[in-house]
């Protein structure tokens, strides 16, 4: 099977790593990524019934890390659930040219709602007005930027002009839900690191490599949606 070309990323890639497996939802049934009403279900339920279980990670280097942040906007577009996603400048002193999803660190007095939602205006335009939250995922922890990041899953209503901030963003793009299961789309690898295997997913589109803390998410928010 030939692969999507990927774009440009840097990704750095240790010497010893091995291959992944398959993701679970390929033997899932992926027509409800095509579904707006059933996405929107599937995750509302999701973010009901489900407690979150590693708010408070114990591992030393995470209880001093930085709280922040980011958005997971839905945002349907003729007719099937995209993802907004931005790049990262390339003048940025952390994650240069990398593909995230709007955020920021959390300020005095925020939740991380009110963090994502804010960073998303900021950063590509989106009003809050527009921004429906359904609520939080599990967070995670980024090494590099010494972060802990709560992401904020929201539908978005309209299609809103979005227009990225120069000064932290140097596109912002949409991508279907469905693009991303696709098989010459996504694959999994093993990296052998100092703090243990880590399980790095990418996204390959045709003209960017999504990976990292994003890729994570977005195989998380897969994962919710075709159980």
Same mark, same amino acid.
Not at 168 to 178: D, G, K, Q
């Given at each position: =099977? ?31 990524? %095509?579904?707006? %009403? ?9 973010? !009901?019934?489900?407690?979150? &279980? ?8 995470? =209880?001093?890390?930085? /709280? ?17 996603? &931005? /790049? /990262?400048?390339?003048? =940025? ?8 999803? $709007?955020?920021? /660190? =959390?300020?005095?007095?925020?939740n991380p ?17 527009l921004v429906?939250?359904?609520?939080e995922l599990?967070?995670? !922890? &980024? ?7 709560? $992401? ?23 991508? $279907? ?7 010459? &789309? ?26 990292? !803390? ?14």
């Amino acid at each position: =099977m030939t692969r999507r070309r990927g774009g440009n990323q840097n990704i750095p890639r240790p010497d010893i790593w091995r291959m992944g497996d398959p993701p679970e939802w390929m033997s899932r049934d992926l027509s409800v990524l %095509h579904n707006e %009403h059933e996405v929107r279900a599937r995750l509302d339920h999701h973010v !009901a019934t489900t407690t979150i &279980t590693n708010q408070h990670i114990v591992e030393e280097w995470v =209880m001093q890390s930085k /709280r922040s942040a980011v958005l997971i906007p839905l945002i349907v577009q003729s007719a099937v659930p995209h993802v907004v996603l &931005t /790049r /990262r400048a390339d003048h =940025m002193r952390n994650h240069k040219g990398e593909i995230s999803f $709007p955020g920021g /660190r =959390m300020e005095p007095g925020e939740n991380p709602a009110q963090t994502a939602v804010r960073e998303a205006f900021e950063e590509i335009g989106l009003h809050q007005n527009l921004v429906n939250v359904v609520g939080e995922l599990e967070p995670i !922890a &980024t090494f590099v930027s010494n972060s802990h990041i709560t $992401p904020v899953v929201a539908h978005v209503d309209g299609t809103p002009h979005l227009s990225a901030d120069p000064s932290e963003v140097a596109r912002v793009f949409t991508v $279907p839900l469905h693009e991303l299961a696709r098989a010459d &789309t996504y694959r999994n690898e093993w990296w052998q690191t100092p703090r243990g295997d880590i399980n790095i997913h990418f996204f390959e589109l045709d003209d960017e490599t999504i990976w990292g !803390a994003t890729g994570r998410l977005l195989h998380h928010v897969l994962d919710i949606v075709t159980q």
